[in-house]
């Protein structure tokens, strides 16, 4: 079946858009605010009952934006971009500059993972400046968590793409990464330990999103397949089924994998 028309188009970013994110909770609860992230360096806040910009963020430089997180109510935003940074946002009562920033000594395209520990305290994971490891802070003090690194010989590459879970609140955080020789590890952030891996395609890994609740998840790669795998009570992945792929895939909250 061909794809529906769109309900409306949104337009005047004046350069390609690169990351999206729906956010609801504003003045208008009942009307979601779109950011965009775009080549150009700047986020656009989209009012989605004007379809106009409501306010244009510029804190990359001009260069790249290509992830932009939520960071728990209406005015807490993560960007991060090519110029090596990542940007937090503190958007009440009209403000449009950076409140803080993490210098990530990577020049990839891995996006970061935010994980909440407690109010007004986060989890975050990145790529570290050595090329196979990851690096956790807690946001906002900057304090480093721990550094993950691939027993010698692993030769997983570098990591491309990252996603911080955990079972239920108060449990030890866990790491799942997929990394450029087609892997998925799970890693232990309390031990530093990497507690299973999963060769799940032949391509670099370049998305994936985990269901907590059902122990499943899905990662995609550029050889244009989708992996379906899941987690035993045991912390070992296990692959489930293989199909074909999109880009990029985050899950739905009312959790999509069966």
């Known amino acids: 079946l061909p794809p529906p028309d769109p309900q409306f188009v949104l337009r005047g970013t004046s350069a390609a858009v690169h990351t999206l994110r729906f956010s609801c909770g504003g003045q208008e609860p009942d009307i979601p605010v779109l950011f965009s992230g775009s080549e150009n360096g700047l986020i656009h806040v989209w009012n989605l009952k004007t379809h106009r910009v409501d306010t244009a963020l510029d804190g990359h430089g001009g260069r790249s ?11 807490r935003l993560l960007s991060q971009g090519r110029d090596q940074r990542i940007c937090l946002w503190d958007l009440a009562e009209g403000r ?11 020049v990839g395209f891995c996006r970061c993972s935010l994980l909440k520990e407690a109010q007004g305290r986060w989890l975050m994971a990145m790529a570290a400046k050595a090329p196979e490891e990851v690096q956790v802070l807690e946001l906002p003090s900057k304090t480093s968590v721990c ?45 530093g330990k990497a507690l299973s891996r999963l060769v799940c395609h032949q391509e670099p890994v370049m998305s994936l999103d985990f269901d907590s609740e059902k122990a499943k998840g899905i990662s995609g790669s550029s050889e244009k397949v989708l992996s379906i795998w899941s987690l035993n009570e045991q912390q070992n992945l296990q692959v489930r089924i293989t199909g074909p792929l999109v ?3 985050p899950l739905c909250t009312n959790s999509l994998i069966d």
């Open 147 to 191: 550094t993950l690194k691939p027993d010698v010989g692993a030769k997983l590459g570098m990591p491309m793409c990252l996603k911080l879970w955990q079972h239920n609140c108060g449990s030890q955080p866990l790491l799942l990464a997929g990394y450029e020789d087609g892997s998925v590890v799970l890693w232990n952030l309390s031990m």
């Open 247 to 249: 880009s990029f895939i």
């Open 65 to 75: 934006v290509y992830c932009v997180e939520k960071m728990g109510g209406k005015n």
């Open 96 to 106: 449009t500059s950076v409140t803080n920033s993490v210098f990530t000594e990577n």
